[in-house]
Structure formats: C-alpha cells, structure tokens
C-alpha cells in the first residue's frame, strides 16, 4: 500500500476523533464525579472552593462553579456545531 497525504489525513483524523471521544467521556466521568461529591458533601466542597479562592482573585468564579453547576443535577447537553464528525 503506498503511503499518502489522503490516507495520512485520514488516519490523523481518526485517531483525532478517537482521542477526542476519551477526552469527552473522561470530562463527563469527571464533572459527575464531582456533582456527586458536591452534592453528598456540601459544606466540604464550599469550603475547598474558598480556600481555592483565595489563592486566586476568581475566588467567586469557584464558588459559582460550586453552587451553580455542580449543585445541580445535570442533563445531557447536545453537542455545539461547528464539530468535525467522526468516520
């Protein structure tokens, strides 16, 4: 088989695709992982999230991140445009 720029853009973009699919379904795990740790520990999550805070000026940001979104359950969102879709 000879080698070419067709069929290395090719393996390129599946292999893209494919790290990009474990990237998604690693942030997803994660953002559950934390939901659930938040909500079963809310006191301790806030209390993280201040001391994260302070060491940073987006000490609110955190706290938002906290109370708004992982405080929440959460559904699937569908997935933005502008996505190269996998072959």
Do not use: W
């Not at 659930?36 to 520990?41: L, P």
């Not at 000026?57 to 933005?80: E, F, H, N, Y």
């Amino acid at each position: 088989m000879t080698v070419t720029a067709e069929n290395l853009f090719k393996t390129a973009v599946d292999t893209l695709c494919k790290k990009g699919q474990q990237m998604k379904h690693t942030e997803e795990r994660f953002l559950k992982y934390c939901r659930s740790y938040a909500q079963g520990k809310p006191m301790t999550s806030l209390s993280i999230a201040e001391a994260l805070g302070r060491q940073d000026a987006g000490r609110d940001k955190v706290i938002g991140l906290i109370t708004g979104q992982l405080m929440r359950p959460q559904s699937p969102r569908p997935m933005s445009g502008g996505k190269v879709s996998c072959l």
